[in-house]
């Protein structure tokens, strides 16, 4: 049966957050210039109840006595449109970590770029992508931008924060070196003790897996916004099989649609090896200085069971 997701994150992370928001508020206010919107990455692996956490941050931030306006992006958002994903995995037929959306290098960091300097500068009419990840039998697609969200739209207030989550919100990419170290620390656990090993990256080719390394360098100019970071860890990562399972259950029975458990488990495959790869680095902070990040770590129940400041 599948356990509810409760709301036990937001104590911890609303008291973290507004004390940020101050801090940037005040920055700017003694350097006497007007204080740019503050850009807060959320990281959370898949089925921790980052979007219960979103809907509770989102409510806080923008009701009294904060009346902060708020837009949410997910990176989810900024995938490839559907023409630009096949003639990515086209061009590499045999990265099979490129052959569906989900990994870096399957979203659009351009237009992330271009959304992110929008805010930044509180230019009016910002529109907000969203993707449909129902178009084209499930492969997703982009919508149509003249349906997108709208905001800083003329006589409404500006956004002052913006939440960016998503599953690889915050990855920074490994040097050559290290990626090659943690690749070859793979395939040698799965040889020497096959049953301990539960991994993916052991599977994957090491061409395969620096073109997604490559591709995640680019992620720094949207993380580089970041004022702060709040990190959703698990205990152990391969809850997320679970966790996925759980929710593709509870959707077959109340839509009578959703993955089978086989499709579920060749889903988070996909995933898998980048969480091998970065979450070593999103647990060590991915600020130079000490304060900004937050990381909550949380039992098979999704209860939290630890939480640090890095």
């Known amino acids: 049966m599948a356990s509810e997701i409760v709301d036990d994150k937001s104590e911890h992370c609303i008291p973290f957050i507004l004390e940020k928001i101050k801090a940037h508020c005040d920055y700017h206010k003694k350097e006497g210039t007007d204080a740019p919107p503050f850009f807060l990455g959320l990281n959370g692996i898949q089925g921790a109840g980052k979007t219960t956490l979103v809907s509770a941050l989102y409510k806080t931030l923008t009701s009294p006595p904060h009346n902060l306006p708020t837009v949410v992006l997910s990176i989810d958002d900024l995938y490839l449109p559907h023409s630009a994903q096949k003639s990515l995995a086209q061009s590499q037929p045999t990265n099979p970590l490129i052959q569906h959306r989900g990994q870096p290098s399957t979203h659009d960091i351009p237009l992330g770029k271009d959304i992110f300097s929008q805010l930044f500068s509180r230019q009016k009419n910002i529109r907000i992508p969203f993707y449909d990840k129902s178009a084209h039998s499930g492969q997703g697609d982009r919508t149509d931008p003249e349906a997108w969200e ?88 391969l809850f997320v099989y679970d966790w996925r399972l759980e929710q593709e259950r509870k959707l077959r029975k109340e839509k009578g649609t959703g ?31 000490t304060g900004k990040q937050l990381r909550l770590v949380v039992n098979k129940q999704r209860r939290v069971e630890e939480v640090e400041i890095q």
């Open 150 to 237: 709208v905001v800083n739209k003329e006589g409404e207030p500006p956004v002052e924060v913006v939440i960016f989550e998503g599953w690889c919100v915050g990855f920074r990419s490994l040097s050559d070196e290290e990626l090659v170290q943690k690749w070859e620390a793979a395939k040698a656990a799965r040889i020497f003790d096959g049953e301990a090993y539960h991994g993916r990256l052991a599977a994957l080719e090491l061409e395969h897996v620096s073109f997604v390394n490559e591709a995640l360098r680019q992620y720094d100019a949207l993380t580089d916004y970041f004022g702060a970071l709040v990190h959703i860890d698990a205990v152990d990562t």
């Open 259 to 289: 993955m089978k458990d086989k499709q579920v488990i060749e889903f988070v495959n996909g995933y898998y090896p980048a969480y091998e790869l970065y979450t070593d680095v999103l647990r060590k902070g991915i600020f130079h200085q």
